[in-house]
């Protein structure tokens, strides 16, 4: 297994993982966060977390006091585990493995959620389906269906999504999406409400979509 050394905590990650500085890598993106996460939360979770890159980024800031995680990839929650461990953050972070909130308990709640998803909704050439596709959006579905049960009244969603500028290059990236394919999902379910979109200034085909819990 790799690490990375992130603000004073060493992050254990492995392939299919990167740590990349640069985009799409994890640290990319957790750099690519600070243009939204300016204000501290008690408790912050990434959802697909993989390695937790972005997690970890920002607990190593203390932009957040405790951190959830949770993946569907075995490999991932090694790594997580292996960070708590190594760290000694097993009473600030915690773990699940679970499809989409299929296996997390009621129990679990948070202030912020954040995601660095699956991109694409169809498999493309030279993809990883895990990493970035989610199949005719039934992850994001599954998402905007519950997540109201997992944050606090007025509880935030900020995730990272992709346009692609619209358009597959058929090389390395699949058809992007855009936000009018997550408005009616969010809108379906009366407990939260869109709050809005904007484009990262890092790379504008990355855009935010923030989501609120009314009820
Ligand atoms: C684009 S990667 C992002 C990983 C990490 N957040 C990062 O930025 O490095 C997408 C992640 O979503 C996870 N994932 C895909 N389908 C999932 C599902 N049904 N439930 C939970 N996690 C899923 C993958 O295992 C992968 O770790």
Same mark, same amino acid.
């Given at each position: 297994?790799?690490?990375?050394?992130?603000?004073?905590?060493?992050? @254990?990650?492995? /392939? $299919? %993982?990167?740590?990349?500085?640069? +985009?799409?890598?994890?640290?990319?993106?957790?750099?690519m966060?600070?243009?939204?996460?300016?204000?501290?939360?008690?408790?912050?979770?990434?959802?697909?977390?993989?390695?937790?890159f972005?997690?970890?980024?920002?607990?190593?800031?203390?932009?957040?006091?405790?951190?959830?995680?949770s993946?569907?990839?075995?490999?991932?929650?090694?790594?997580?585990?292996?960070?708590?461990?190594?760290?000694?953050?097993?009473?600030?972070v915690?773990?699940?493995?679970?499809?989409? @909130?299929?296996? /997390? $308990? %009621?129990?679990?709640?948070?202030? +912020?959620?954040?995601?660095n998803?699956?991109?694409?909704?169809?498999?493309?050439?030279?993809?990883?389906e895990l990493l970035?596709?989610?199949?005719?959006?039934k992850?994001?579905?599954?998402?905007?269906?519950?997540?109201?049960?997992?944050?606090?009244?007025?509880?935030?969603?900020?995730?990272?999504?992709?346009?692609?500028?619209?358009?597959?290059?058929g090389?390395?990236?699949?058809?992007?999406?855009?936000?009018?394919?997550?408005?009616?999902?969010?809108?379906?379910?009366?407990?939260?409400?869109?709050?809005?979109?904007?484009?990262?200034?890092f790379?504008?085909?990355?855009?935010?979509?923030?989501?609120?819990?009314?009820?």
């Amino acid at each position: 297994m790799k690490s990375f050394q992130l603000n004073g905590l060493k992050v @254990f990650y492995q /392939i $299919p %993982y990167s740590h990349s500085v640069n +985009l799409p890598g994890g640290i990319g993106f957790a750099r690519m966060y600070e243009e939204v996460l300016t204000e501290q939360v008690d408790t912050l979770y990434e959802f697909c977390s993989g390695p937790a890159f972005i997690g970890f980024y920002f607990l190593s800031k203390g932009i957040c006091e405790n951190l959830i995680l949770s993946d569907i990839n075995p490999l991932a929650i090694e790594c997580v585990l292996k960070t708590i461990e190594y760290n000694d953050l097993g009473d600030k972070v915690e773990v699940w493995m679970s499809d989409g @909130f299929k296996h /997390i $308990p %009621y129990k679990v709640n948070a202030d +912020l959620i954040i995601s660095n998803p699956p991109h694409h909704k169809k498999i493309y050439d030279g993809c990883r389906e895990l990493l970035h596709v989610d199949l005719n959006w039934k992850l994001h579905k599954n998402y905007y269906e519950n997540v109201h049960r997992f944050l606090s009244y007025g509880g935030k969603s900020i995730w990272i999504e992709n346009s692609a500028k619209g358009k597959p290059d058929g090389r390395y990236e699949g058809e992007g999406s855009t936000k009018d394919d997550f408005i009616p999902m969010i809108e379906k379910n009366k407990n939260i409400e869109y709050v809005g979109s904007e484009n990262c200034s890092f790379d504008e085909k990355y855009y935010f979509l923030e989501t609120r819990r009314v009820r």
